[in-house]
């Protein structure tokens, strides 16, 4: 919810993105003398490149969860051949 009158508002309705189809900034009171350019520039480095991250994001969380259960997997036959080779050596 927005709250006051005097709000400068900057409405995007072509994103260019896979994700967003409008996206609404408001611009907070300090930074209302910045020039459109500026203004611009901030917006454009804010929101589109969005799509890059997500994806890069989404790849590198699956690699993570990948080797950990690789981890996992490997530290539990590390154990079974442990204790199956100590139970062969007391048997022996």
Same mark, same amino acid.
């Given at each position: +919810?927005?709250?006051g009158?005097?709000?400068? $508002?900057?409405e $995007? *309705?072509n994103t260019g993105?896979?994700v967003?189809d409008?996206?609404?900034?408001y611009v907070?009171?300090?930074? $209302? *003398?910045?020039?459109?350019?500026n203004?611009?520039?901030?917006?454009? *480095?804010?929101?589109f490149?969005f799509d890059? !991250?997500a994806? !890069?994001g989404? *790849?590198?969380? !699956?690699?993570? +969860? /990948?080797? !950990?259960?690789?981890l996992?997997?490997?530290?539990a036959a590390?154990? $079974?051949? /442990?204790?199956?080779?100590i139970? /062969?050596?007391?048997?022996?």
């Open positions: +919810m927005v709250k009158v005097n709000k400068t $508002v900057i $995007v *309705n993105s896979k967003f409008r996206i609404v900034f907070s009171p300090s930074c $209302v *003398n910045l020039s459109a350019k203004l611009n520039r901030a917006i454009k *480095n804010f929101t490149d890059n !991250r994806g !890069r989404y *790849n590198s969380l !699956r690699k993570r +969860m /990948l080797l !950990r259960r690789r996992i997997v490997g530290a590390a154990a $079974v051949l /442990l204790a199956a080779g139970t /062969l050596a007391l048997i022996l």
